[in-house]
C-alpha cells in the first residue's frame, strides 16, 4: 500500500489552516446499536506510520467502544476555516485497547499515550464519562504514568476508503471524490 | 411546547462566537441506506417560529433525502471555536420539499429561499451534485427567482430530543445532558 493521493491535498490543507489549533479538530460520525448516527469532535493525532491510517485517541468507558463493535464503519467530517475546504473521510474503525495482541498496534499505543500533553492523559483518570456527575476531587487525580498507559487508554484508528474533498474558494467550487478500489485509489472529479 | 432550556445556552454560544462565520457551520451525521453513517458541515439558519427545531436548507438532489427515507435520526455537532464548547443535538429530521401539503411549512419554506444570499440561491441551480463534473458553463446559470424556490430547495428541519453539552474551559470542565420526555426537558449533569 503506498502514500494516498488525498494525503498530500488533506497535509496542504493542515500545513494552510496551522495558525488554529482547532483546525486539527474533526467531527467522528458512528452509528449506534439502536441504529441512530453519533457525531462528536475528537482531536486529529497524525497518521499511523506517516501511512493513510488516521489516528485519534479514546477512552474504553466512553460510548465509541460499543458502537464500534455494532458496526465499524465511520465518517469523519473536517472542515478548515481559513481555506474554505471540507474533507469528508470515511472508512472502518479500529479500537486498539490494552488487550490488543499487535505488538506493533501496542507500541504505536504507548506512543501516543506519551506524547500526549500531561492533562490529556489525566482526563483518562478522571471519573466514568458520562455517568452522573462525580465529587470535584475525583476530577483532581494525581498525574498518571507518562510511560505506560492507563487501561483505560486506546489508540483509534480510521482507516479510510473514500475521501471526498469539496474546495468552497474554487470557481466555482472544486469537489473531488477519491475511492479505494482493490489497493488502487481513483480519483474522479464531481459536480460541486 | 415551551422553549427548551438549552435553547438560552445555545443562544449565549451563538452570541460570543459571533466573530467567526463558520461558529454557524454544524456537522449532520446522518445514516446512509447501506447501515454506514455520513457526515457533512451544513449551515444552521436559525430556530423554526423561534422555537426548537433548527433550521437548515438542503438540496433534494443530495444524498441526504434517501438518507431520511431510510433512517429519520440525526445527530448534530457543533463546535464553538472562541468558547471551547460543543453541542451533541440528536433529533428526526423532516425535509420540506415542494410537495409537502403543510401551508405554514410552505411558507417557511419560502422564506428562507428569500433569505437567502442570491449566491446561494443560484447554487440550487447549478448541474446535479455528486456526478461527473459538468461543463464549467453550467455553473454560472441566471440568477432564479428570488421570491419562488427552485424546485429541488428543500427546508430540512431538525427536531431535537437530546442534547449534549460540555464545556471544555470548566474546572475541570462542564456537561450537561438534556433529553426530551413527554413534552418535558429533563437536566442531568454528567461527568465530561
Given at each position: 500500500m503506498s502514500l494516498a493521493p488525498w494525503r498530500s491535498i488533506l497535509a496542504r490543507a493542515l500545513h494552510r489552516n496551522r495558525?488554529?489549533?482547532?483546525?486539527r479538530y474533526v467531527q467522528l460520525a458512528t452509528v449506534r446499536p439502536n441504529g441512530k448516527p453519533a457525531n462528536r469532535t475528537i482531536v486529529f493525532r497524525g497518521f499511523l506510520n506517516d501511512m493513510n491510517q488516521l489516528k485519534f485517541v479514546s477512552d474504553n468507558r466512553s460510548e465509541k467502544p460499543k458502537q464500534i463493535e455494532y458496526c465499524p464503519w465511520a465518517e469523519v467530517c473536517w472542515y478548515f476555516p481559513n481555506t474554505h475546504e471540507q474533507f469528508r473521510i470515511a472508512g472502518k474503525l479500529s479500537l486498539i485497547d490494552?488487550?490488543?495482541?499487535d505488538e506493533s498496534l501496542q507500541k504505536a499505543r504507548k506512543l501516543i499515550w506519551q506524547e500526549l500533553s500531561e492533562s490529556a492523559r489525566t482526563q483518562f483518570a478522571?471519573?466514568?464519562?458520562?455517568?452522573?456527575r462525580a465529587a470535584s476531587?475525583?476530577?483532581?487525580?494525581p498525574a498518571p504514568s507518562q510511560s505506560d498507559p492507563l487501561e483505560q487508554f486506546c489508540l483509534l484508528l480510521l482507516d479510510p476508503v473514500e475521501v471526498d474533498h469539496l474546495e468552497?474558494?474554487?470557481?466555482p467550487q472544486n469537489r473531488h471524490q477519491y475511492h479505494l478500489e482493490e489497493d488502487t485509489w481513483k480519483i474522479e472529479e464531481v459536480n460541486p
Open positions: 495558525s488554529l489549533p482547532y483546525a490494552r488487550t490488543n495482541p478522571w471519573a466514568h464519562p458520562g455517568q452522573p476531587e475525583t476530577f483532581s487525580p468552497l474558494r474554487g470557481e
